[in-house]
């Protein structure tokens, strides 16, 4: 089971982009890279999910490197309302229902 | 869309009672579904996952006779907190996926105050 590293907070401030970045060194062959956003007292929200290379839709990107031993969730001029936690799982794919999450993320977008 | 309910969103029981939590897929059919539990400022931690038609298979130290699921349909699962105590108290969230290592879809998470 692919065990996920992310820095446990990051501070931005409103428009800038916002990259955070999780280390997944064992990850599996078959192993997809998945992202959640959860606010306080609310189910995770599915952000993007990608397997190689790059991946975008309307509100991120995800860069995985060629070796997706980690990979980068880039979120473009945040607002206030961006200010979550953010989860990266490892795991899924074909007949593999084992993902965790990890301590995640906690970006504060301030004024 | 992939919409997940769940209900209660929130409840308060006595210590000893126990307690049903619905878990819906809206507008899917989900073969497999997820149970977590989360404390306050804590990560989600996995307690068991469901196929729908068969047994459970619950997380290391969850009890099984405790936590009871139940997936009879495409759409619904339970999780019944059985005799629930003050430390049952928490917040938790399921989710469902159209298939075996599929996206998880989550749903709103439900309250739980044992007093």
């Known amino acids: 089971l692919a065990k996920t590293t992310q820095p446990i907070s990051m501070d931005s401030y409103e428009g800038q982009e916002v990259n955070i970045t999780c280390s997944h060194n064992?990850?599996?062959?078959?192993?997809?890279i998945t992202w959640y956003q959860q606010f306080p007292s609310q189910g995770p929200r599915f952000i993007i999910q990608g397997y190689k290379t790059k991946v975008t839709n309307e509100v991120a990107s995800l860069f995985i490197p060629a070796d997706r031993k980690s990979s980068t969730l880039s979120l473009p001029r945040v607002s206030l309302s961006d200010t979550a936690v953010y989860y990266c799982?490892?795991?899924?794919?074909?007949?593999?229902?084992?993902?965790?999450f990890g301590a995640g993320t906690r970006l504060t977008v301030k004024p | 869309g992939a919409v997940v309910s769940q209900h209660p969103s929130r409840v308060i029981c006595k210590s000893g009672t126990s307690v049903k939590i619905e878990c819906r897929s809206l507008?899917?059919?989900?073969?497999?579904m997820f149970w977590y539990r989360q404390f306050p400022k804590q990560s989600l931690m996995l307690m068991a996952t469901s196929n729908e038609g068969s047994k459970a298979t619950y997380e290391q130290g969850v009890e099984k006779d405790k936590f009871l699921i139940n997936h009879a349909s495409l759409t619904l699962s339970t999780l019944t907190v059985t005799s629930a105590h003050p430390e049952d108290s928490s917040f938790y969230i399921c989710?469902?996926?159209?298939?075996?290592?599929?996206?998880?879809?989550f749903g709103p998470g439900t309250r739980l105050l044992v007093l």
């Open positions: 799982l490892v795991g899924g794919g074909p007949s593999n229902n084992d993902m965790r």
């Open positions: 507008d899917f059919q989900a073969t497999t």
């Open positions: 064992n990850i599996a062959t078959n192993d997809y």
């Open positions: 989710s469902a996926a159209r298939g075996v290592g599929e996206t998880q879809y």
